[in-house]
């Protein structure tokens, strides 16, 4: 039940901050992708107030052996670049630039972004599936 309501928490909190920056908007995020023509730095700012809080929270990750909810830390990821890491960051950076969306606005706009987000969001689990499944086979 602990580790139900810390999830829901960070999820609720998550979500709240993408609202609240506006991410959810694909506008805004692909404003930023527009350094030619009408460039938007304000996801600078969300990337940035995202990426200060995570430091310290991975150093202090570090130095525990269980997570608050008792369970055991995972181990860090692997620090190596391969072929599948750089495919997998140029897939996430074309849908990224093309729709305007990464997994975490696509759900937090779900409830009001009417088809368009259903379908974005529908065609992203649908990847997200059949990759597990290509993964599996190879």
């Not at 391969?82 to 305007?100: E, K, Q």
């Amino acid at each position: 039940m602990k580790r139900l309501m810390i999830a829901a928490l960070s999820g609720a909190l998550f979500g709240a901050g993408l609202l609240i920056s506006g991410m959810t908007n694909p506008a805004k995020v692909q404003g930023w992708l527009d350094v030619f023509g009408r460039w938007d730095p304000t996801l600078g700012f969300v990337l940035t107030g995202a990426i200060l809080p995570m430091l310290v929270a991975w150093r202090v990750a570090a130095r525990r052996r269980t997570a608050l909810t008792g369970t055991q830390m995972p181990p860090p990821p692997p620090q190596m670049i391969d072929a599948r890491l750089i495919a997998g960051a140029a897939l996430f950076g074309l849908g990224w630039g093309f729709a305007g969306l990464c997994p975490g606005p696509a759900m937090a706009s779900i409830g009001f972004g009417g088809t368009p987000f259903l379908i974005f969001f529908a065609a992203m689990v649908a990847g997200m599936w059949l990759f597990a499944v290509w993964n599996r086979r190879a």
